[in-house]
């Protein structure tokens, strides 16, 4: 049985590792240690799974905006995600997904933007997030990049660029 929780000091060691054997570098294992030293870092959506006292898999689902004509619209960038490459494949990943969006929508986030996988991210209703009106800030295939309103029609009508903070670009 694999609980999500949010992370916790002790976890972040685990926490590196997952994200440096899971990706084959640093970057985002440094990306985390980097956004958890932001002003806007939510705490309890940096989450991590865990089996038998071991943590598993993490994911951190940053602030990012939407800039439009008008203002800025706040939305969140479920990355990075990473599982251990022993226990990949067996649901952990998806199980952090799941309970994080539910988590973003207990705390009344509105948007997620994820560059991702294209056929793993729509079973979690992520859907073309061009075809929603919204613009990437570096190259990226239409098919990587997505949105999932969390609040049913926040994104009707809205044109913008995706604004990542600038951590991000050193990825």
Same mark, same amino acid.
């Given at each position: 049985m694999? &609980?999500?929780?949010?992370?916790?000091k002790?976890?972040? &060691?685990?926490?590196?590792?997952?994200?440096? *054997?899971? +990706?084959?570098?640093?970057?985002?294992?440094? /990306?985390?240690?980097? =956004?958890? %030293?932001? @002003?806007? +870092?939510?705490?309890e =959506?940096? /989450?991590?799974?865990v089996?038998?006292?071991? #943590? $598993?898999?993490?994911i $951190?689902?940053?602030?990012?905006?939407?800039? &439009?004509?008008?203002?800025? =619209?706040?939305? /969140? @960038?479920?990355?990075?995600?990473?599982?251990?490459?022993?226990f990949?494949?067996?649901?952990?990943?998806?199980? =952090? *997904?799941?309970?994080? $969006?539910?988590?973003?929508?207990? *705390?009344?986030q %509105?948007?997620?933007?994820? #560059?991702?996988?294209?056929?793993?991210y729509?079973?979690f209703? !992520? &859907?073309?997030?061009?075809a929603?009106?919204?613009?990437?800030p +570096?190259?990226?295939?239409?098919?990587? +990049?997505?949105? $999932?309103? /969390?609040a049913?029609?926040? *994104?009707?009508?809205?044109?913008?660029?995706?604004t990542?903070?600038?951590? !991000? !670009?050193?990825?």
């Amino acid at each position: 049985m694999i &609980t999500v929780q949010p992370e916790k000091k002790e976890d972040y &060691t685990a926490i590196y590792e997952i994200n440096r *054997l899971g +990706f084959g570098r640093e970057s985002e294992a440094n /990306l985390v240690k980097s =956004l958890r %030293k932001r @002003a806007d +870092f939510i705490r309890e =959506l940096s /989450l991590v799974a865990v089996k038998d006292r071991k #943590v $598993l898999g993490h994911i $951190l689902f940053g602030p990012i905006g939407i800039q &439009t004509n008008k203002n800025i =619209l706040p939305a /969140l @960038a479920p990355a990075p995600m990473a599982v251990h490459p022993e226990f990949q494949n067996r649901g952990s990943g998806s199980e =952090l *997904l799941r309970q994080g $969006l539910e988590r973003c929508r207990n *705390l009344e986030q %509105k948007v997620v933007v994820v #560059v991702g996988h294209p056929a793993y991210y729509p079973r979690f209703a !992520f &859907t073309s997030a061009r075809a929603k009106g919204l613009e990437s800030p +570096f190259p990226v295939p239409d098919e990587a +990049f997505m949105a $999932l309103e /969390l609040a049913p029609g926040v *994104l009707s009508n809205v044109q913008g660029m995706v604004t990542y903070p600038p951590e !991000f !670009f050193d990825v």
